[in-house]
């Protein structure tokens, strides 16, 4: 964002993230600000920013950030998936995984029901856990 309006260094960034009234928010901890849509325009009015845009500066960021805005469904959908693979390959990377039973390392292994953790031991050891997400 500040990339595509960097010919506007006068402007004070803060971050917030914004769920629809359709999410359910579960305990977030974070200095960012994280509110519901019906609550954006009081948050914004409560960080007192120094107004320093004049209205002709702040319809052409308006302009240009709405050109950049996520169009249709393909691209929302899109952005879940590279969300969801972040997610997995962290999963997976998390490799201090230990069998609990004789101590190797949890290999990840392909079943026919999709991806495990499977004992580095197998087939001495048959101890096998879910991908958790
Ligand atoms: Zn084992």
């Known amino acids: 964002m500040k990339q595509v ?6 402007i004070d ?3 917030i993230v ?3 009234e359709r999410a359910v928010l579960k305990n977030v901890t974070t200095w960012t600000p994280v509110i519901y849509s019906r609550e ?4 914004i009015k409560n960080l007192n920013s120094e107004h320093n845009l004049t ?13 950049l ?4 469904g393909r691209d929302r959908k899109e952005h879940i998936r590279t969300i969801r693979n972040k997610n997995i390959i962290e999963t997976k990377s998390s490799d201090s995984r230990i069998c609990p039973r004789c101590g190797s390392q949890l ?3 392909k079943g026919r029901l999709g991806e495990f953790f499977g004992c580095a031991s197998y ?4 101890y096998t856990e879910n991908i958790r997400f």
């Open 5 to 10: 309006l960097r010919d506007f260094p006068q």
């Open 69 to 72: 805005r996520m169009h249709g």
């Open 13 to 15: 960034y803060f971050p």
């Open 18 to 20: 914004v769920f629809s």
């Open 55 to 67: 209205y002709e500066q702040m319809s052409k960021i308006s302009v240009r950030l709405n050109g």
């Open 107 to 109: 290999r990840l292994r």
């Open 40 to 43: 954006l325009i009081q948050t």
């Open 123 to 126: 087939p001495a050891c048959t």
